[in-house]
């Protein structure tokens, strides 16, 4: 079966469009009670459960309240860029969605239905550049606004985001080194496992690339604005930051905004580390497009239906981690942040992508052909330097504190990072 | 025929932003209408099929670049004033100037003869099938990493000593 083609791709992206779209907003609407519910249950608290069976329909009563409640304008606002600023908040999370793959091909009676809304074929660097766009919501909400909290808001919000892009996007060169591709659908393919087509590696990037993941995920979580590096928002100095004179609706999607982007950074982790949407130890859902429109493995709609269920079970289970590490960390100080970004995780990537490419240099002169040998070597200098980055970044901390006595409250920026 | 109206939508909104922007007295207005230029002309590259080059212009440009310059501006909390304003005579002036004598070297590139055309022609489509053998990536990486490998390097060390030197000029004489 052949890939689809002319009208028929047209219209079938057009569905993929409307439906991704949909999905995503249901998805942030359950993000974010199911927010509400897990932190509930952290707090030994029960959450909203007032409205619907368990509090569910509290979401649909927040969106009917936020669309009827008043629109302020401040006076001192700039009104235009007041207004666009939700706008570009809200936007650039959504579309980063277009490129992540999120279940295998489906065949339909005109042709086979790759399940990503966009293959571009500058794949990942499409997701830098659009979240690198994601700070413009930030900055210019903050700026807009006309008030001190919002400005200083926006001011942190885009040094930190700027900041932690670096590390995000250099976490990702170890991918690029052991891929080969930039594409999000032929990184799934390289992670599982094929008889036929080019050498795959036959394992999740977890193992390999265990603390690319680390890197990928903590500057990610920046990106996001989340704890504990939520500074931009800090409701103990800052009211809520750059958005506090943001009401009803644009408040709103503001905050539709930042859980799309939970949800986008916890699948792009999925895709380049977890395996998108790839069912561990079952080979039938190996089934891969190569570029020239040839398809190894064998697609049906079931499958089709059971790999969206696996990438959505490990999307939920990231958003749950950030959920967890938001009630597990406390906030940094700014300067802790700062030191963290710059002095700490740049460095300490730009030595990982040494080593890596190091690594990989001698394990293709030994001459061991790309696959689970290939892996697995990678995976053992990997979880040396997982041990010695966790070591040091603890430093007596938790590994030795129990026997020391507690260390004094004002630690530095990387003893939070240890967990 | 989709391709013309892209281009020419994408073409429109890099000059209209692009006049809109050196306008402005606020600026704030201007830094945000110029990522709007980098995203047209991102657009125009992407119709070219230099991808990777419409990617990293987003990213370099409209990300970060930018976004230092909007940091730059609120931090020293500029540009309250009305978005409308345009900027006075004296920058008209100068602006108009530039403006007219870029017209003039464009106008040359199209009206005059074969010897004011660029000297390097490609195919149309070579970098579409380039990009489709060795990834869009791999187009620009090998030629950088293989053959102007040196030319690569020494510009990295320039540019080093460049930021070492920004900064131990900013930070001024340390009694």
Same mark, same amino acid.
């Given at each position: 079966?052949?890939?689809?083609?002319?009208?028929?791709?047209?219209?079938?992206?057009?569905?993929?469009?409307?439906?991704?779209?949909?999905?995503?907003?249901?998805?942030?609407?359950?993000?974010?009670?199911?927010?509400?519910?897990?932190?509930?249950?952290?707090?030994?608290?029960?959450?909203?459960?007032?409205?619907?069976?368990?509090?569910?329909?509290?979401?649909?009563?927040?969106?009917?309240?936020?669309?009827?409640? =008043?629109?302020?304008?401040?006076?001192?606002?700039?009104?235009?860029?007041?207004?666009?600023?939700?706008?570009?908040?809200?936007?650039?999370?959504?579309?980063?969605?277009?490129?992540?793959?999120?279940?295998?091909?489906?065949?339909?009676?005109?042709?086979?239905?790759?399940?990503?809304?966009?293959?571009?074929?500058?794949?990942?660097?499409?997701?830098?550049?659009?979240?690198?766009?994601?700070?413009?919501?930030?900055?210019?909400?903050?700026?807009?606004?006309?008030?001190?909290?919002?400005?200083?808001?926006?001011?942190?919000?885009?040094?930190?985001?700027?900041?932690?892009?670096?590390?995000?996007?250099?976490?990702?060169?170890?991918?690029?080194?052991?891929?080969?591709?930039?594409?999000?659908?032929?990184?799934?393919?390289?992670?599982?496992?094929?008889?036929?087509?080019?050498?795959?590696?036959?394992?999740?990037?977890?193992?390999?690339?265990?603390?690319?993941?680390?890197?990928?995920?903590?500057?990610?979580?920046?990106?996001?604005?989340?704890?504990?590096?939520?500074?931009?928002?800090?409701?103990?100095?800052?009211?809520?930051?750059?958005?506090? =004179?943001?009401?009803?609706?644009?408040?709103?999607?503001?905050?539709?905004? =930042?859980?799309?982007?939970?949800?986008?950074?916890?699948?792009?982790?999925?895709?380049?580390?977890?395996?998108?949407?790839?069912?561990?130890?079952?080979?039938?859902?190996?089934?891969?497009?190569?570029?020239?429109?040839?398809?190894?493995?064998?697609?049906?709609?079931?499958?089709?239906?059971?790999?969206?269920?696996?990438?959505?079970?490990?999307?939920?289970?990231?958003?749950?981690?950030?959920?967890?590490?938001?009630?597990?960390?406390?906030?940094?100080?700014?300067?802790?942040?700062?030191?963290?970004?710059?002095?700490?995780?740049?460095?300490?990537?730009?030595?990982?992508?040494?080593?890596?490419?190091?690594?990989?240099?001698?394990?293709?002169?030994?001459?061991?052909?790309?696959?689970?040998?290939?892996?697995?070597?990678?995976?053992?200098?990997?979880?040396?330097?997982?041990?010695?980055?966790?070591?040091?970044?603890?430093?007596?901390?938790?590994?030795?504190?129990?026997?020391?006595?507690?260390?004094?409250?004002?630690?530095?920026?990387?003893?939070?990072?240890?967990? | 025929?989709?391709?013309?109206?892209?281009?020419?939508?994408?073409?429109?909104?890099?000059?209209?932003?692009?006049?809109?922007?050196?306008?402005?007295?606020?600026?704030?207005?201007?830094?945000?209408?110029?990522?709007?230029?980098?995203?047209?002309?991102?657009?125009?590259?992407?119709?070219?099929?230099?991808?990777?080059?419409?990617?990293?212009?987003?990213?370099?440009?409209?990300?970060?670049?930018?976004?230092?310059?909007?940091?730059?501006?609120?931090?020293?909390?500029?540009?309250?004033?009305?978005?409308?304003?345009?900027?006075?005579?004296?920058?008209?002036?100068?602006?108009?100037?530039?403006?007219?004598?870029?017209?003039?070297?464009?106008?040359?590139?199209?009206?005059?003869?074969?010897?004011?055309?660029?000297?390097?022609?490609?195919?149309?489509?070579?970098?579409?099938?380039?990009?489709?053998?060795?990834?869009?990536?791999?187009?620009?990486?090998?030629?950088?990493?293989?053959?102007?490998?040196?030319?690569?390097?020494?510009?990295?060390?320039?540019?080093?000593?460049?930021?070492?030197?920004?900064?131990?000029?900013?930070?001024?004489?340390?009694?």
């Amino acid at each position: 079966m052949n890939p689809v083609a002319g009208g028929a791709f047209a219209l079938a992206t057009v569905g993929k469009v409307v439906l991704f779209f949909t999905v995503l907003m249901l998805a942030v609407m359950l993000a974010t009670i199911f927010e509400r519910k897990v932190c509930g249950f952290m707090q030994d608290r029960s959450g909203p459960n007032r409205v619907g069976p368990w509090g569910l329909l509290q979401v649909i009563a927040d969106g009917i309240k936020n669309l009827l409640k =008043e629109e302020t304008m401040p006076e001192q606002a700039v009104r235009p860029f007041f207004l666009l600023a939700p706008v570009l908040a809200i936007l650039p999370a959504t579309i980063l969605f277009a490129v992540i793959p999120f279940a295998s091909p489906l065949p339909t009676p005109w042709g086979l239905v790759e399940m990503i809304v966009a293959d571009v074929p500058i794949g990942f660097l499409y997701v830098l550049a659009i979240g690198s766009i994601g700070v413009y919501g930030v900055a210019m909400g903050g700026w807009a606004s006309g008030s001190k909290y919002s400005l200083l808001g926006g001011l942190r919000g885009s040094a930190q985001m700027v900041s932690y892009e670096v590390a995000l996007a250099l976490s990702l060169v170890p991918l690029i080194l052991l891929t080969g591709d930039v594409r999000a659908p032929e990184i799934v393919s390289m992670q599982q496992t094929f008889t036929a087509g080019p050498a795959t590696y036959a394992t999740w990037f977890v193992f390999p690339l265990l603390v690319g993941l680390f890197f990928f995920f903590v500057s990610g979580l920046a990106e996001t604005n989340r704890l504990p590096f939520d500074l931009p928002e800090a409701e103990a100095e800052l009211i809520t930051g750059y958005h506090t =004179e943001y009401s009803a609706m644009k408040f709103s999607m503001f905050m539709i905004g =930042e859980f799309a982007h939970v949800i986008t950074v916890a699948a792009l982790v999925t895709v380049f580390f977890l395996g998108g949407w790839d069912i561990p130890f079952w080979q039938g859902d190996n089934i891969r497009v190569l570029s020239d429109g040839t398809v190894i493995g064998e697609p049906t709609w079931w499958k089709t239906l059971l790999t969206l269920g696996a990438f959505g079970l490990k999307t939920s289970l990231l958003v749950l981690v950030f959920v967890w590490i938001r009630w597990t960390l406390p906030r940094f100080r700014y300067d802790q942040l700062m030191d963290l970004g710059w002095k700490f995780m740049l460095e300490a990537v730009t030595v990982y992508i040494l080593v890596i490419a190091f690594v990989i240099l001698g394990i293709e002169a030994v001459g061991i052909p790309a696959g689970g040998w290939y892996a697995f070597v990678l995976f053992l200098v990997n979880l040396a330097l997982a041990g010695a980055l966790f070591f040091a970044m603890d430093r007596g901390t938790l590994i030795r504190g129990g026997a020391k006595g507690a260390r004094s409250a004002g630690g530095d920026a990387a003893q939070g990072q240890g967990g | 025929m989709i391709q013309d109206f892209l281009f020419q939508a994408f073409a429109a909104s890099a000059i209209l932003g692009a006049v809109i922007m050196v306008t402005r007295r606020n600026p704030v207005s201007a830094v945000i209408f110029l990522v709007g230029v980098f995203f047209a002309t991102s657009g125009m590259f992407l119709m070219l099929d230099a991808h990777y080059i419409a990617a990293i212009n987003v990213i370099l440009y409209g990300g970060a670049i930018m976004v230092l310059f909007l940091f730059v501006l609120m931090l020293l909390n500029l540009g309250h004033a009305d978005w409308r304003d345009l900027r006075g005579p004296v920058g008209g002036l100068v602006g108009g100037s530039i403006s007219i004598a870029f017209l003039g070297v464009l106008t040359r590139l199209f009206v005059g003869g074969a010897d004011a055309r660029p000297v390097v022609e490609i195919a149309g489509g070579a970098l579409r099938e380039a990009a489709a053998e060795q990834g869009v990536v791999g187009v620009v990486a090998r030629p950088l990493f293989q053959e102007y490998v040196i030319v690569l390097e020494v510009t990295g060390v320039l540019l080093l000593v460049a930021i070492v030197g920004t900064i131990l000029l900013a930070r001024g004489e340390r009694t």
